[in-house]
């Protein structure tokens, strides 16, 4: 059987969902949809339709799993619970404060539907958040440690944008090589968010801009640079294109704890990434879990899941036979 997978959005998560189907010969692109005049959408698979989203529930017969590539502050609350209505979905919602009303709206839809909603998949949330789990599981005497980069944080580079004087721009964020290693050592450090993480900035200033404004801005602003160490480098518009023009990321994920007699024998548990396309690598995670969605679904499954959720075997194409046989 083959699994047809729909697309709702054609940036960069859509543009790697489509490069991960045709690494999976289980499954086939079966239509995009989007907010844009279809016309003027050209996707890189022959002979599959691009459609309005307006017109998505009219195919839904269509198509076995829909990817909801949008995003997540204004686009998926909405979109996930309506789209869960007509289709299994998979999302990357990634707000962690608002994930347990996010699960709770896209429930209540995919029960009444029948339908199966996997939400917050990608690698944090998502693989990372595994990880977190099992090592808590494991080491229950112990402490969590998450370390982000070095990569683009999407957010904080619009961030920047949006400051006076400021053309373009890209952010990264870098974690402290020593609080890492202090973390690995088994010391277990209580860190603060400055400890943890420093954040540098590359800018395109428009011309004739106040260079120590924008830098000042860049570094007092809140929720954003206020409680890091930040350093911005002013670039031009050639050298952003030249040098910053991927999408990396990657990160860390390390659990420390102790067991035995007195608690005397420490252990480190570490799962890391190093990406070289963050949308790229989402988006294989997203096509796995949407595998999974639609054998569930085949099961009679049906309601809101998240990756704490999903049998691990059903991510995957090989049979219980050749997983036992290969990989145990």
Same mark, same amino acid.
């Given at each position: 059987?083959?699994?047809?997978?729909? @697309?709702?959005?054609?940036?960069?998560?859509?543009?790697?969902?489509?490069?991960?189907?045709? #690494?999976?010969?289980?499954?086939?692109?079966?239509?995009? %949809?989007?907010?844009?005049?279809?016309?003027?959408?050209?996707?890189?698979?022959?002979?599959?339709?691009?459609?309005?989203?307006?017109?998505?529930? !009219?195919?839904?017969?269509?198509?076995?799993?829909?990817? &909801?590539?949008?995003?997540?502050?204004?686009?998926?609350?909405?979109?996930?619970?309506? =789209?869960? /209505?007509?289709? *299994?979905?998979?999302?990357?919602?990634?707000?962690?404060?608002?994930?347990? #009303?996010?699960?709770?709206?896209?429930?209540?839809?995919?029960?009444?539907?029948?339908?199966?909603?996997?939400? +917050?998949?990608?690698?944090?949330?998502?693989?990372?958040?595994?990880?977190?789990?099992?090592?808590?599981?494991? &080491?229950?005497?112990?402490?969590?440690?998450?370390?982000?980069?070095?990569?683009?944080?999407?957010?904080?580079?619009?961030?920047?944008?949006?400051?006076?004087?400021?053309?373009?721009? /890209?952010?990264?964020?870098?974690?402290?090589?020593? !609080?890492?290693?202090?973390?690995? *050592?088994?010391? *277990?450090?209580?860190?603060?968010?400055?400890?943890?993480?420093?954040?540098?900035?590359?800018?395109?200033?428009?011309?004739? !801009?106040?260079?120590?404004? @924008?830098?000042?801005?860049?570094?007092?602003?809140?929720?954003?640079?206020?409680?890091?160490?930040?350093?911005?480098? %002013? @670039?031009?518009?050639?050298?952003?294109?030249?040098?910053?023009?991927?999408?990396?990321?990657?990160?860390?994920?390390?659990?420390?704890?102790?067991?035995?007699?007195?608690? +005397?024998? *420490?252990?480190?548990?570490? =799962?890391?990434?190093?990406?070289? +396309?963050?949308?790229? =690598?989402?988006? +294989?995670?997203?096509? !796995? =879990?949407?595998?999974?969605?639609?054998?569930?679904?085949?099961?009679?499954?049906?309601?809101?899941?998240?990756?704490?959720?999903?049998?691990?075997?059903?991510?995957?194409? #090989?049979?219980?036979?050749?997983?036992?046989?290969?990989?145990?």
């Amino acid at each position: 059987m083959t699994i047809r997978i729909g @697309i709702l959005g054609y940036g960069n998560l859509g543009k790697g969902v489509e490069y991960a189907v045709r #690494q999976n010969d289980d499954m086939t692109l079966a239509a995009v %949809f989007t907010r844009r005049d279809p016309a003027s959408v050209k996707i890189m698979t022959e002979g599959v339709p691009v459609y309005s989203v307006n017109d998505a529930p !009219a195919h839904a017969s269509e198509i076995d799993v829909l990817i &909801l590539c949008g995003g997540s502050a204004n686009d998926l609350p909405v979109q996930t619970p309506e =789209f869960a /209505k007509y289709f *299994n979905v998979i999302d990357s919602f990634d707000t962690h404060a608002k994930i347990p #009303q996010h699960f709770e709206n896209v429930d209540k839809a995919a029960k009444a539907s029948g339908k199966v909603g996997i939400i +917050s998949i990608g690698w944090d949330p998502g693989l990372f958040s595994l990880m977190r789990m099992y090592g808590n599981a494991v &080491l229950p005497e112990g402490s969590d440690y998450t370390f982000w980069g070095k990569g683009v944080s999407q957010g904080h580079s619009d961030a920047i944008r949006r400051v006076k004087g400021v053309k373009n721009g /890209k952010q990264y964020t870098i974690p402290v090589e020593s !609080a890492l290693e202090r973390v690995r *050592n088994g010391e *277990n450090p209580v860190l603060t968010t400055r400890e943890k993480h420093t954040r540098e900035c590359f800018v395109v200033p428009e011309e004739g !801009a106040d260079l120590a404004q @924008i830098e000042k801005d860049i570094k007092e602003m809140p929720n954003y640079f206020a409680d890091y160490d930040t350093t911005v480098h %002013f @670039i031009t518009e050639e050298e952003l294109l030249r040098d910053h023009s991927g999408i990396p990321h990657g990160g860390f994920v390390i659990r420390t704890g102790k067991t035995g007699e007195n608690s +005397s024998n *420490n252990h480190v548990i570490e =799962f890391s990434l190093k990406l070289d +396309s963050n949308p790229e =690598f989402t988006s +294989s995670v997203i096509i !796995a =879990f949407a595998r999974a969605a639609y054998r569930l679904n085949k099961e009679g499954a049906c309601g809101c899941k998240t990756i704490f959720d999903i049998p691990p075997a059903y991510l995957c194409r #090989q049979s219980g036979d050749e997983l036992r046989a290969h990989m145990l």
